[in-house]
């Protein structure tokens, strides 16, 4: 794969990226569509990284399905599907791994210690063998995205990073290959989720700036259905991630919670200077 980057560039192509752990839907689709338009080569990888699941969660059960991911990947115009197995990644003797302070302590960071880690880790690893001029995330993964634009920041790594929305499903629920997990009550359930997102957005654009009164309204969308647990829901600062008590600018809204087993998130941007100014 370094080789056919290394060509790729020195023939004057720009190479797009889209990191993916496979399964792919209409989110991952997505990047790969704005990547083809921005690009000469998109690469995409497929790569369930083992780094960046905790004991006990999910990586066996991960859902993998190659020979479709290559025909939609193929339907998408992508190039070049990097596939690596999990001893090429981390072959024996392999101890450097990158590790990103405060963003990564809170929300997810908070349940899933080591999480962060394995992600920033395997991005580096991929960035440095694909050498993308472009990389492109979904903001269903928010805290993702700001610690790798971080990462690739203080490490001067020179890869341009792009945010795209996130897709949803027709209910609102976020796109996600762990909704395969769902039961077809959870699945329904489970768009309260977004619910109480927009439940929130509204409240802010409506003037409300107390984020635990916001909070107490999106724990009472999410209790409707007992089966939902809150994992965390947290308002803060969009950059810093930092907890804000009182919403006086743009705030990044995000919530993880367990559907059964199944641990879901997403999230929002709301508070937009227009709107409180308006308020
Ligand atoms: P994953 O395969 O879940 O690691 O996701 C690979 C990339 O696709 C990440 O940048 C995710 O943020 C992005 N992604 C996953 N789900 C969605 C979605 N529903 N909408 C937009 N992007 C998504």
Redesign the pocket.
Known sequence: MQEISSRLKKAGNSIGF?????CLHE??L??MRKARRENDALVISIFVNPKQFGPGEDYRQYPRDLRRDEALAGKAGVDIIFHPRAADMYPEGHETSVTVGDLARVMCGASRPAHFEGVCTVCAKLFNIIKPDTAY?????YQ?AVIIRRMVEDLNMGVKLKV?????EESGL????RNSYLSRPQRENAALLYASLKKARSLISAGCKNASDIKKAMRNIISREPGIRIDYISIADPYTLKEKKSVTSKVIIALAARAGKTRLIDNILAGERRNLKEA
């Open positions: 889209v990191p993916t752990m496979g989110g991952h997505s990047l995330f979904g903001q269903k993964d993702q795209l929305p996130t897709v949803r976020a796109r996600s290959s």
